[in-house]
């Protein structure tokens, strides 16, 4: 069973919106602080907004009032509202626990969802 699976990226005017969303293995999200990442052109993959069990958000100041994450613990689902987007905002983004997930030594890290965009 796959831990991770993105979906709702897509390209998109700059202003405009998309909601990103993400099915977590249920043994995982009962309990993980989840957050959602990206990885844009060149650059490292960033922590750009997270949630914790009982709903408590957090965010980097290059999103803060522009992206809204959620869970909805029912469907173990984690969202990503994107409004106002900018052209930098284009990068692939991913789910994952806080910390990240490991398999064995490394890394264990979902397809992500490609957010592009451009006028």
């Known amino acids: 069973q796959a831990h991770f699976v993105e979906s709702g990226g897509g390209f998109v005017q700059p202003g405009g919106s998309l909601k990103l969303s993400c099915v977590v293995a249920?043994?995982?999200?009962?309990?993980?602080?989840m957050g959602w990442y990206r990885q844009r052109p060149g650059m490292q993959r960033e922590l750009v907004a997270d949630?914790?069990?009982?709903?408590?958000?957090d965010y980097v100041a290059d999103v803060k009032g522009r992206f809204t994450i959620s869970r909805d613990n029912a469907k173990n689902t984690v969202n990503l509202q994107l409004n106002n987007l900018k052209p930098d905002d284009t990068a692939v983004y991913f789910c994952?626990?806080?910390?990240?997930?490991?398999?064995?030594?490394?890394?264990?890290w979902g397809q992500g969802t490609q957010v592009t965009v451009s006028s």
């Open positions: 949630v914790g069990p009982g709903g408590g958000t």
């Open positions: 249920e043994d995982i999200f009962t309990i993980a602080l």
């Open positions: 994952n626990t806080i910390p990240v997930a490991r398999l064995g030594d490394s890394e264990y």
